[in-house]
């Protein structure tokens, strides 16, 4: 198994995890359709990647997400298929709900969340009549379990798993796979690009999530749990793994732990 002559769709591949994935997966011999917002970025990844004529740019921003259907068939020229659909792209949150106004959870829920489940929507009747096809979504650790100053953005994600959860179980005997990767902190961008309470940029990088894996070692790892047709990955620290087996097995300890941590 490997990705050679493979078609795989990566949105939010002009930085961070997708830009990476986008690395890995050309070196692996993928055929890449890469999209973000941001087409000069985009352009920037392709230049990087081992051979150019394989990769081809699809500029699409999820918070539109009425008009996907469109770049589904834009996406499919590029190649005359698509095997694997990465929805990578999305937008963190660093601040408290009292703080938090409704505009920016809307904004959030409508990138994350309706973006994505709009894009698979559109993809899906490609998979169906092909009888095959692999949907992968990038969650989160917090997809699983909720922490301060990430209400929405973990809400956004823990409806992804409900969403993607369901499809598995619908689409099985369509030979569509599913697989859901929770990162745990990863040294990108993310957090500098977090909206904070009024929709502004918190424009600083986290401490842990400095300290994260680094994207280049993230993104081998993905591409292993794609080529093995995973269900479900945790590639985080051994303490972000841990709150997701505390919570699931003790969680009023972990309602304990989960409050001490920092809000400010």
Known sequence: MNFTNKVVWITGASSGIGKALALELANRNAKLILSSRKEAELALVKKQC???????????????FTNLEAKVVEALKAFGKIDILVNNGGISQRSLIKDTSIAVDKKIMDINYLGTIALTKAILPHFI??????????????????????????????ALHGFFDS???????????????????????????????????????DTATKNGIQPERFAKLMAIAILKKKEEVYIAGAKEKLGVYVKRFFPKLFSIMIRKLSVT
């Open 167 to 205: 499809l598995r179980a619908e689409h099985y005997k369509d030979n569509i796979a599913v697989t859901l990767v929770c990162p745990g902190f990863v040294n990108t961008n993310i957090s500098i690009n977090a909206l904070t309470g009024d929709g502004s940029a918190q424009q600083k990088m």
């Open 50 to 64: 081992k051979n150019t004529d394989d990769v081809k740019i699809v500029v699409l921003d999820l918070q539109y």
């Open 129 to 158: 009549k092909n009888k095959s096809g692999h949907i992968v979504a990038t969650t989160s650790i917090v997809g699983k379990i909720g922490t301060p100053l990430r209400s929405t953005y973990a809400a956004s994600k823990h």
